[in-house]
């Protein structure tokens, strides 16, 4: 089960937790600066696109591992 934390003052997402996991998602968008957080892995590969570049991430055909 997860839970989504917004910020307080305009509504926007800022990340999302889930029970169990001792990870978060974050939206990507939310940072001023590009690239400052590259992605670690792939996941819900099961339903990508088959053009998508994993870049040589790990995949995982569901969610996080």
């Known amino acids: ?3 989504r934390h917004h910020c307080p003052t305009c509504g926007s997402p800022v990340y ?3 029970d169990g996991v001792d ?3 974050v ?3 939310i940072f001023d600066e590009t690239g400052l957080y590259p992605p670690q ?3 819900w590969c099961k339903s ?3 053009w998508h570049d994993a870049q ?3 995949r995982f055909a569901r969610g996080a591992p």
Do not use: M, Q, S
């Open 48 to 50: 990508a696109e088959p």
């Open 23 to 25: 990870e978060i998602e």
């Open 56 to 58: 040589g991430r790990p």
């Open 1 to 3: 089960t997860g839970k």
């Open 41 to 43: 892995y792939e996941i």
């Open 27 to 29: 939206p990507t968008g």
């Open 16 to 18: 999302l937790a889930f």
